[in-house]
């Protein structure tokens, strides 16, 4: 079992910056990668960005490219989610999850789950 704990939520203004992040235990060593997904109220999840542990590769959905950076510190087992140029559509409850294997994009290729984190983005 692995356990996430999402952190760094909290109201911000458009054009603004936040960091997100998310400490991983338990048995983390059948964690290859990390993502980052989203979900707005009467939305579905959606996929914000992914790394994996090792060589720190990384993917980013279109909507986010340029402003969000997704990054990892092996050592703390953390992964964090750097946020700039906030706009009003990025406002959505943001998990973080992990995957067995690279690279995982959708929501059913990860296996565990934070309790997520709320960002809102004022206009």
């Known amino acids: 079992q692995v356990q996430l704990v999402e952190s760094g939520g909290g109201l911000v203004q458009a054009g603004g910056s936040l960091r997100l992040s998310c400490a991983a235990s338990?048995?983390?060593?059948?964690?290859?990668?990390m993502g980052w997904f989203r979900q707005a109220p009467g939305k579905e999840r959606e996929f914000v960005a992914t790394?994996?542990?090792?060589?720190?590769?990384?993917v980013y959905a279109d909507s986010v490219k340029g402003r969000f950076t997704i990054s990892r510190d092996n050592a703390k087992k953390t992964v964090y989610l750097q946020m700039n140029s906030l706009k009003p559509e990025d406002t959505a409850v943001y998990y973080c999850?992990?995957?067995?294997?690279?690279?995982?994009?959708?929501?059913?290729?990860?296996?565990?789950w934070g309790q997520g984190t709320q960002v809102t983005v004022s206009s």
């Open positions: 338990g048995r983390t060593f059948s964690s290859y990668a």
């Open positions: 999850a992990s995957a067995q294997m690279w690279a995982r994009l959708r929501v059913a290729d990860y296996d565990y």
């Open positions: 790394i994996s542990w090792s060589a720190g590769s990384t």
